[in-house]
């Protein structure tokens, strides 16, 4: 290999002729220019050609992963998912039941926490026209709280009475009740019971 001058290597890479004192070295050090009997490339022309395009690709994989980002937090809906189970007549925890679910509400925000109370057994009382917590039961329905009422209960009492019990505004009806509260905990929702 020919081994260049200073000045041709400065020709080759695009330096100009007379760079000044930066490129003065002392006598008997090996010129930098020069690595393994080859002239080094001006690395700032190799590293400033690469960074446009290196800075498109990383706004463009960055900008994928704030779309998939979003994309998957819309598909989830909110941060938080709670079943709260009533499974008892007594009004003092079907109150409790209801204050749990306003409390996570307020706690969390209404748009980060989805709250269904399944009530089954004689905790279905909660749900029907007969409740002395009715009115909350209607408005809290529309304030985004779910509440489902199990058919196998209904099926009970209708044979029972002779008539099904009459549910609420906003109430659903589910197959049955514990099958739904096990349905709603595979999918993540946290599991209480007051």
Do not use: W
Not at 39 to 63: E, F, H, M, N, W
Not at 69 to 86: C, L, S, Y
Not at 108 to 113: A, F, P
């Amino acid at each position: 290999m020919k081994r260049l001058t200073r000045q041709q290597h400065r020709s080759h890479s695009g330096l100009q002729a007379d760079a000044g004192p930066a490129f003065r070295r002392l006598p008997g050090t090996p010129d930098p220019m020069i690595f393994n009997d080859r002239p080094r490339p001006d690395t700032r022309y190799i590293v400033g050609g690469l960074i446009k395009p290196l800075s498109s690709v990383l706004l463009a994989i960055a900008l994928m992963f704030s779309l998939s980002a979003n994309a998957v937090g819309e598909g989830m809906g909110a941060q938080h998912k709670v079943v709260i189970q009533v499974s008892t007549d007594d009004p003092r925890t079907q109150a409790i039941a209801l204050n749990n679910a306003v409390n996570l509400q307020k706690a969390l925000g209404m748009d980060n926490v989805e709250v269904e109370i399944v009530a089954y057994g004689p905790g279905l009382s909660l749900l029907t026209r007969n409740s002395k917590q009715a009115k909350r039961v209607e408005s809290l329905a529309m304030q985004d709280i779910t509440f489902s009422a199990c058919a196998n209960t209904m099926k009970k009492i209708e044979m029972k009475k002779g008539k099904k019990p009459v549910l609420l505004d906003g109430v659903k009806v589910v197959p049955a009740g514990v099958l739904r509260i096990m349905k709603l905990q595979e999918q993540g929702y946290a599991y209480i019971r007051p």
